[in-house]
DNA sequence: GAAATTTGACCACT
DNA sequence: AGTGGTCAAATTTC
Protein backbone atom coordinates (compact mmCIF):
# COMPACT_ATOMS: atom_id res chain seq x y z
CA UNK A 1 0.00 0.00 0.00
CA UNK A 2 2.80 2.43 0.93
CA UNK A 3 4.22 1.40 -2.25
CA UNK A 4 1.34 2.56 -4.20
CA UNK A 5 0.83 5.57 -2.51
CA UNK A 6 4.50 6.71 -3.37
CA UNK A 7 4.10 5.56 -7.03
CA UNK A 8 1.05 7.19 -7.14
CA UNK A 9 2.85 10.74 -5.83
CA UNK A 10 5.55 10.24 -7.84
CA UNK A 11 3.20 9.66 -10.71
CA UNK A 12 1.62 12.83 -9.91
CA UNK A 13 4.44 14.93 -9.51
CA UNK A 14 5.44 13.67 -13.22
CA UNK A 15 2.61 14.95 -14.52
CA UNK A 16 2.88 18.14 -12.83
CA UNK A 17 6.32 18.62 -14.22
CA UNK A 18 5.08 17.68 -17.62
CA UNK A 19 2.55 20.20 -17.45
CA UNK A 20 4.95 22.74 -16.46
CA UNK A 21 7.55 21.78 -18.60
CA UNK A 22 4.82 21.36 -21.49
CA UNK A 23 3.93 25.28 -20.35
CA UNK A 24 7.25 26.79 -20.48
CA UNK A 25 7.75 25.15 -24.50
CA UNK A 26 4.52 26.11 -25.51
CA UNK A 27 5.41 29.67 -23.98
CA UNK A 28 8.96 29.64 -25.65
CA UNK A 29 7.52 28.96 -28.68
CA UNK A 30 4.87 31.89 -28.71
CA UNK A 31 7.94 34.02 -27.80
CA UNK A 32 9.41 33.23 -31.14
CA UNK A 33 5.57 33.63 -33.01
CA UNK A 34 5.66 36.96 -31.81
CA UNK A 35 8.31 37.77 -33.64
CA UNK A 36 6.27 37.37 -36.40
CA UNK A 37 3.62 39.01 -37.65
CA UNK A 38 1.13 36.63 -39.05
CA UNK A 39 0.98 33.93 -36.62
CA UNK A 40 -2.51 35.34 -35.02
CA UNK A 41 -3.82 32.23 -34.82
CA UNK A 42 -1.27 30.09 -33.81
CA UNK A 43 -0.43 32.71 -30.71
CA UNK A 44 -4.00 32.54 -29.86
CA UNK A 45 -4.14 29.03 -29.43
CA UNK A 46 -0.51 28.44 -27.68
CA UNK A 47 -1.60 31.08 -25.16
CA UNK A 48 -4.41 28.61 -24.88
CA UNK A 49 -2.48 25.72 -24.42
CA UNK A 50 -0.41 27.55 -22.30
CA UNK A 51 -3.47 28.21 -19.96
CA UNK A 52 -4.43 24.89 -19.60
CA UNK A 53 -1.22 23.81 -18.93
CA UNK A 54 -1.12 25.15 -16.02
CA UNK A 55 -4.85 24.94 -14.97
CA UNK A 56 -3.86 21.07 -15.05
CA UNK A 57 -0.88 21.71 -13.34
CA UNK A 58 -3.15 23.71 -10.66
CA UNK A 59 -5.64 21.17 -10.48
CA UNK A 60 -2.71 18.84 -9.65
CA UNK A 61 -1.82 20.71 -6.96
CA UNK A 62 -5.27 21.12 -5.54
CA UNK A 63 -5.81 17.65 -6.15
CA UNK A 64 -3.02 17.09 -3.32
CA UNK A 65 -4.38 19.08 -0.91
CA UNK A 66 -5.52 17.33 2.08
CA UNK A 67 -8.07 20.07 2.90
CA UNK A 68 -9.04 21.15 0.03
CA UNK A 69 -11.55 18.48 -1.21
CA UNK A 70 -14.28 19.01 -2.06
CA UNK A 71 -17.32 16.25 -0.98
CA UNK A 72 -17.12 14.90 -4.08
CA UNK A 73 -13.20 14.73 -4.79
CA UNK A 74 -12.56 13.07 -1.13
CA UNK A 75 -15.46 10.47 -1.89
CA UNK A 76 -14.01 9.63 -5.29
CA UNK A 77 -11.11 9.13 -3.74
CA UNK A 78 -12.46 7.04 -1.05
CA UNK A 79 -13.94 4.87 -4.13
CA UNK A 80 -11.12 4.72 -5.72
CA UNK A 81 -7.95 5.00 -4.06
CA UNK A 82 -5.04 3.52 -6.16
CA UNK A 83 -6.62 3.82 -9.60
CA UNK A 84 -5.59 6.32 -12.16
CA UNK A 85 -7.94 8.26 -13.81
CA UNK A 86 -7.98 10.79 -16.53
CA UNK A 87 -8.65 14.06 -15.49
CA UNK A 88 -12.63 13.33 -15.77
CA UNK A 89 -12.32 10.64 -13.79
CA UNK A 90 -12.07 7.96 -16.20
CA UNK A 91 -9.38 5.90 -16.52
CA UNK A 92 -7.37 4.51 -19.22
CA UNK A 93 -8.78 1.48 -21.36
CA UNK A 94 -6.03 -0.80 -19.99
CA UNK A 95 -7.08 0.07 -16.73
CA UNK A 96 -11.43 -0.52 -17.78
CA UNK A 97 -10.34 -3.73 -19.72
CA UNK A 98 -8.70 -4.84 -16.50
CA UNK A 99 -11.85 -3.64 -14.61
CA UNK A 100 -14.39 -5.25 -16.66
CA UNK A 101 -11.87 -8.55 -16.74
CA UNK A 102 -11.82 -8.49 -12.98
CA UNK A 103 -15.82 -8.17 -13.23
CA UNK A 104 -16.15 -11.08 -15.54
CA UNK A 105 -13.58 -13.44 -13.61
CA UNK A 106 -15.47 -13.60 -10.16
CA UNK A 107 -19.09 -13.42 -11.44
CA UNK A 108 -19.79 -16.69 -11.09
CA UNK A 109 -19.21 -16.66 -7.34
CA UNK A 110 -22.49 -15.73 -6.07
CA UNK A 111 -22.55 -13.17 -3.74
CA UNK A 112 -19.40 -12.79 -3.20
CA UNK A 113 -18.62 -9.14 -2.96
CA UNK A 114 -17.55 -7.93 -7.11
CA UNK A 115 -14.19 -6.16 -7.62
CA UNK A 116 -14.96 -2.57 -8.03
CA UNK A 117 -14.58 -1.30 -11.59
CA UNK A 118 -11.61 0.89 -11.71
CA UNK A 119 -13.16 2.93 -13.92
CA UNK A 120 -15.45 6.05 -12.61
CA UNK A 121 -16.82 9.32 -13.02
CA UNK A 122 -18.67 11.05 -11.09
CA UNK A 123 -21.21 13.83 -11.68
CA UNK A 124 -23.88 15.95 -9.45
CA UNK A 125 -27.29 16.38 -10.81
CA UNK A 126 -29.84 18.91 -10.43
CA UNK A 127 -33.42 18.54 -11.11
CA UNK A 128 -34.69 21.60 -10.65
CA UNK A 129 -37.83 21.41 -12.95
CA UNK A 130 -40.17 19.69 -10.53
CA UNK A 131 -38.93 16.15 -11.91
CA UNK A 132 -38.29 13.54 -8.90
CA UNK A 133 -35.50 12.68 -10.52
CA UNK A 134 -32.06 13.09 -11.98
CA UNK A 135 -31.61 13.71 -15.19
CA UNK A 136 -31.51 10.55 -17.59
CA UNK A 137 -28.38 9.41 -19.29
CA UNK A 138 -29.21 7.92 -22.32
CA UNK A 139 -29.08 4.20 -21.23
CA UNK A 140 -31.31 1.86 -19.70
CA UNK A 141 -30.41 0.95 -15.96
CA UNK A 142 -31.57 -1.39 -13.99
CA UNK A 143 -31.80 -0.71 -10.54
CA UNK A 144 -30.08 -4.06 -8.32
CA UNK A 145 -29.83 -2.79 -4.52
CA UNK A 146 -29.73 0.26 -2.28
CA UNK A 147 -28.40 1.10 0.75
CA UNK A 148 -28.53 3.27 3.69
CA UNK A 149 -25.43 4.96 4.13
CA UNK A 150 -23.71 6.26 7.09
CA UNK A 151 -23.62 9.99 7.78
CA UNK A 152 -26.37 10.53 4.73
CA UNK A 153 -29.94 11.61 4.67
CA UNK A 154 -31.14 9.01 2.19
CA UNK A 155 -30.27 5.80 0.67
CA UNK A 156 -27.76 5.12 -2.59
CA UNK A 157 -29.29 3.32 -4.98
CA UNK A 158 -27.35 0.83 -6.88
CA UNK A 159 -28.05 0.62 -10.72
CA UNK A 160 -26.52 -1.83 -13.32
CA UNK A 161 -26.88 -1.88 -17.14
CA UNK A 162 -30.42 -3.84 -18.51
CA UNK A 163 -27.95 -5.42 -20.76
CA UNK A 164 -25.38 -7.38 -18.51
CA UNK A 165 -26.93 -10.18 -18.86
CA UNK A 166 -27.84 -10.25 -22.45
CA UNK A 167 -24.39 -8.24 -23.89
CA UNK A 168 -22.04 -8.96 -20.46
CA UNK A 169 -22.13 -5.00 -20.14
CA UNK A 170 -20.71 -4.57 -17.02
CA UNK A 171 -21.52 -0.48 -16.56
CA UNK A 172 -22.85 0.49 -13.37
CA UNK A 173 -24.11 3.78 -11.59
CA UNK A 174 -25.12 4.99 -7.81
CA UNK A 175 -27.19 7.54 -7.24
CA UNK A 176 -27.04 9.35 -4.37
CA UNK A 177 -29.61 12.01 -3.28
CA UNK A 178 -27.54 15.28 -1.82
CA UNK A 179 -27.84 15.55 1.97
CA UNK A 180 -27.75 19.39 1.44
CA UNK A 181 -29.67 19.75 -1.43
CA UNK A 182 -32.65 17.08 -2.23
CA UNK A 183 -32.75 18.53 -5.36
CA UNK A 184 -29.39 16.84 -6.42
CA UNK A 185 -28.09 13.72 -6.91
CA UNK A 186 -24.31 12.65 -7.27
CA UNK A 187 -24.08 9.99 -9.68
CA UNK A 188 -21.25 8.13 -9.96
CA UNK A 189 -20.80 5.76 -13.05
CA UNK A 190 -18.54 2.56 -13.03
CA UNK A 191 -17.52 0.48 -15.99
CA UNK A 192 -17.94 1.31 -19.25
CA UNK A 193 -20.89 0.19 -21.61
CA UNK A 194 -20.19 -2.28 -23.91
CA UNK A 195 -23.56 -3.39 -24.74
CA UNK A 196 -25.09 -1.65 -27.80
CA UNK A 197 -26.11 1.50 -26.08
CA UNK A 198 -22.40 2.22 -26.08
CA UNK A 199 -22.88 2.85 -29.76
CA UNK A 200 -26.16 3.34 -30.62
CA UNK A 201 -29.22 4.95 -29.35
CA UNK A 202 -31.51 2.67 -27.76
CA UNK A 203 -35.16 3.04 -29.02
CA UNK A 204 -36.91 3.73 -25.45
CA UNK A 205 -38.76 1.00 -24.23
CA UNK A 206 -42.25 1.58 -22.95
CA UNK A 207 -42.42 -0.14 -19.80
CA UNK A 208 -39.25 2.16 -19.33
CA UNK A 209 -41.07 5.44 -19.90
CA UNK A 210 -41.66 6.17 -15.92
CA UNK A 211 -41.15 9.94 -15.23
CA UNK A 212 -44.85 9.79 -15.05
CA UNK A 213 -45.10 6.68 -12.73
CA UNK A 214 -45.28 7.39 -8.76
CA UNK A 215 -41.59 7.22 -7.67
CA UNK A 216 -40.75 4.62 -5.01
CA UNK A 217 -41.04 5.42 -1.16
CA UNK A 218 -36.51 6.61 -1.71
CA UNK A 219 -37.58 9.58 -4.59
CA UNK A 220 -34.63 8.87 -5.84
CA UNK A 221 -34.64 7.29 -9.25
CA UNK A 222 -35.59 7.32 -12.26
CA UNK A 223 -34.95 4.31 -14.99
CA UNK A 224 -37.20 6.25 -17.77
CA UNK A 225 -35.63 6.35 -21.12
CA UNK A 226 -36.42 9.37 -22.43
CA UNK A 227 -37.28 10.17 -25.77
CA UNK A 228 -34.47 10.99 -27.64
CA UNK A 229 -36.21 14.52 -28.73
CA UNK A 230 -36.96 15.11 -25.06
CA UNK A 231 -33.21 14.30 -24.34
CA UNK A 232 -32.31 16.56 -26.83
CA UNK A 233 -33.91 19.55 -25.37
CA UNK A 234 -32.86 18.83 -21.80
CA UNK A 235 -29.57 18.89 -23.35
CA UNK A 236 -29.28 22.07 -25.31
CA UNK A 237 -29.90 23.71 -21.85
CA UNK A 238 -27.53 21.94 -20.09
CA UNK A 239 -25.03 24.18 -18.27
CA UNK A 240 -21.99 22.87 -16.73
CA UNK A 241 -20.34 23.58 -13.87
CA UNK A 242 -17.01 21.88 -12.48
CA UNK A 243 -16.21 22.30 -8.62
CA UNK A 244 -12.46 22.53 -9.23
CA UNK A 245 -11.92 24.68 -11.74
CA UNK A 246 -12.67 28.11 -10.96
CA UNK A 247 -16.29 27.58 -10.68
CA UNK A 248 -16.62 28.55 -14.45
CA UNK A 249 -19.74 28.15 -15.54
CA UNK A 250 -21.22 28.17 -19.15
CA UNK A 251 -24.01 26.88 -21.52
CA UNK A 252 -23.35 23.79 -23.06
CA UNK A 253 -23.67 24.12 -27.14
CA UNK A 254 -23.91 20.44 -27.44
CA UNK A 255 -25.48 17.34 -26.32
CA UNK A 256 -24.25 14.77 -24.64
CA UNK A 257 -25.52 12.29 -22.34
CA UNK A 258 -23.52 12.38 -18.47
CA UNK A 259 -22.08 9.66 -18.82
CA UNK A 260 -19.98 10.67 -22.11
CA UNK A 261 -17.60 12.17 -19.26
CA UNK A 262 -14.52 9.72 -19.79
CA UNK A 263 -15.78 7.12 -21.43
CA UNK A 264 -13.37 5.92 -23.56
CA UNK A 265 -13.96 3.76 -26.77
CA UNK A 266 -13.56 0.48 -27.20
CA UNK A 267 -11.00 -0.95 -29.48
CA UNK A 268 -13.15 -2.13 -32.67
CA UNK A 269 -15.66 0.43 -31.98
CA UNK A 270 -16.03 3.60 -31.21
CA UNK A 271 -18.75 5.25 -28.78
CA UNK A 272 -20.61 8.48 -29.52
CA UNK A 273 -22.89 10.24 -27.05
CA UNK A 274 -26.05 9.39 -28.39
CA UNK A 275 -27.50 12.64 -29.02
CA UNK A 276 -24.43 13.57 -30.75
CA UNK A 277 -25.31 10.81 -33.21
CA UNK A 278 -27.18 13.01 -35.33
CA UNK A 279 -24.82 15.81 -35.85
CA UNK A 280 -21.52 14.34 -38.13
CA UNK A 281 -19.42 16.89 -37.11
CA UNK A 282 -19.41 16.52 -33.67
CA UNK A 283 -19.80 12.99 -33.56
CA UNK A 284 -16.75 13.18 -35.67
CA UNK A 285 -15.05 15.18 -33.26
CA UNK A 286 -15.94 13.52 -30.31
CA UNK A 287 -14.80 9.80 -31.66
CA UNK A 288 -11.48 11.61 -33.18
CA UNK A 289 -10.36 13.85 -30.55
CA UNK A 290 -12.33 13.70 -27.23
CA UNK A 291 -12.67 9.89 -26.96
CA UNK A 292 -9.56 8.80 -28.81
CA UNK A 293 -8.64 5.20 -27.06
CA UNK A 294 -4.92 5.35 -29.03
CA UNK A 295 -3.92 8.14 -27.27
CA UNK A 296 -3.90 8.41 -23.23
CA UNK A 297 -3.20 11.50 -23.54
CA UNK A 298 -6.65 12.85 -24.95
CA UNK A 299 -8.01 10.68 -22.58
CA UNK A 300 -6.49 12.97 -19.94
CA UNK A 301 -7.59 15.62 -21.30
CA UNK A 302 -10.80 14.86 -21.65
CA UNK A 303 -12.15 16.52 -18.51
CA UNK A 304 -15.75 17.62 -18.91
CA UNK A 305 -14.34 21.60 -18.68
CA UNK A 306 -11.97 20.55 -21.80
CA UNK A 307 -14.74 19.19 -23.77
CA UNK A 308 -16.68 22.04 -23.10
CA UNK A 309 -13.67 24.10 -24.35
CA UNK A 310 -12.70 21.98 -27.03
CA UNK A 311 -16.05 22.10 -28.38
CA UNK A 312 -16.39 25.72 -27.98
CA UNK A 313 -12.36 26.86 -29.25
CA UNK A 314 -12.03 23.16 -30.43
CA UNK A 315 -8.15 23.83 -30.83
CA UNK A 316 -7.54 24.36 -27.26
CA UNK A 317 -7.43 21.08 -26.52
CA UNK A 318 -3.66 19.56 -26.58
CA UNK A 319 -2.79 15.85 -27.93
CA UNK A 320 -0.81 14.47 -30.22
CA UNK A 321 0.41 15.87 -33.37
CA UNK A 322 -2.25 13.95 -35.54
CA UNK A 323 -5.13 15.12 -33.91
CA UNK A 324 -3.84 18.18 -33.83
CA UNK A 325 -3.83 18.57 -37.63
CA UNK A 326 -6.86 17.20 -37.67
CA UNK A 327 -8.53 19.73 -35.52
CA UNK A 328 -7.20 22.21 -37.82
CA UNK A 329 -8.29 20.60 -40.49
CA UNK A 330 -11.73 20.54 -38.96
CA UNK A 331 -12.03 23.54 -37.95
CA UNK A 332 -9.69 26.09 -41.02
CA UNK A 333 -10.47 29.13 -39.15
CA UNK A 334 -8.46 28.54 -36.59
CA UNK A 335 -4.93 28.64 -37.94
CA UNK A 336 -3.62 27.20 -40.67
CA UNK A 337 -0.36 25.79 -39.23
CA UNK A 338 -0.23 22.81 -37.28
CA UNK A 339 2.21 23.28 -34.24
CA UNK A 340 5.56 21.64 -34.75
CA UNK A 341 6.91 19.80 -32.21
CA UNK A 342 4.03 19.01 -30.65
CA UNK A 343 5.18 16.87 -28.15
CA UNK A 344 3.52 15.21 -24.34
CA UNK A 345 4.95 12.86 -22.36
CA UNK A 346 1.74 13.03 -20.27
CA UNK A 347 0.39 10.51 -17.92
CA UNK A 348 -3.14 10.21 -16.45
CA UNK A 349 -3.79 12.07 -13.68
CA UNK A 350 -6.13 10.88 -10.84
CA UNK A 351 -8.28 14.23 -10.64
CA UNK A 352 -11.83 13.82 -9.81
CA UNK A 353 -14.31 16.10 -11.27
CA UNK A 354 -17.85 17.19 -9.80
CA UNK A 355 -19.94 18.57 -12.51
CA UNK A 356 -23.05 20.12 -11.76
CA UNK A 357 -25.86 19.46 -14.37
CA UNK A 358 -28.25 22.18 -13.94
CA UNK A 359 -31.31 21.14 -15.43
CA UNK A 360 -33.48 23.70 -17.48
CA UNK A 361 -36.61 25.36 -15.58
CA UNK A 362 -38.65 24.63 -19.16
CA UNK A 363 -37.80 21.48 -19.90
CA UNK A 364 -40.66 18.90 -20.24
C1' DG B 1 -45.71 -13.74 -18.25
C1' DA B 2 -41.80 -10.90 -18.58
C1' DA B 3 -39.36 -7.29 -16.83
C1' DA B 4 -38.36 -4.14 -13.18
C1' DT B 5 -38.10 -3.01 -8.31
C1' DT B 6 -37.68 -3.94 -3.41
C1' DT B 7 -35.32 -5.63 0.34
C1' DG B 8 -32.96 -8.70 3.48
C1' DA B 9 -28.90 -11.33 3.47
C1' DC B 10 -24.30 -12.29 2.16
C1' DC B 11 -19.63 -11.05 1.66
C1' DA B 12 -15.34 -8.23 0.87
C1' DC B 13 -12.86 -4.58 2.50
C1' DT B 14 -10.94 -1.64 5.99
C1' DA C 1 -16.99 -5.16 13.66
C1' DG C 2 -18.78 -1.71 10.72
C1' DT C 3 -19.67 -0.34 6.20
C1' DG C 4 -20.73 -0.60 1.50
C1' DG C 5 -21.57 -3.38 -2.83
C1' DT C 6 -24.01 -7.22 -4.70
C1' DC C 7 -27.13 -11.10 -4.97
C1' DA C 8 -31.46 -13.14 -5.41
C1' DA C 9 -36.13 -14.23 -3.81
C1' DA C 10 -40.32 -11.87 -3.36
C1' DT C 11 -43.13 -8.44 -4.99
C1' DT C 12 -44.80 -5.06 -8.19
C1' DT C 13 -45.57 -3.17 -12.65
C1' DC C 14 -46.52 -3.34 -17.40
Redesign the pocket.
Known amino acids: MQYKMENECSWEYNTLINELIQGMDVAKRLKEELRTPYSLNTRDSQVKIILSSYEKALQILKCNEPTSKTQTMSRAK??L??SPVSANGSLLSEDIDGAIQD?QE??H?????????KWMDQIRVSCESGLEGPHEDGY?????????????KYP?????C?F?NTQNCWA?K?VQRSDEDPNMFDI?Y?GRHTCSQGNNVTEP????D?Q???????ND????QPSQENFTKFSNTLTVKTDNLGNEEMTCPFTFPSTSFGYTTQENHSWVPPALENDSFLSSLFQSHLLSPATPESNYFSSPTFHMNEFDRVYNKPCSESDITEIISTNTSVTNSPIPDFHFSLDPVEISLSIILAFSPNRT
Open positions: TLPEHVKNSKKRKVTPNWRKYGQKDILGARSYYRTRTQTRRKSQKEKPQSQNIHHA
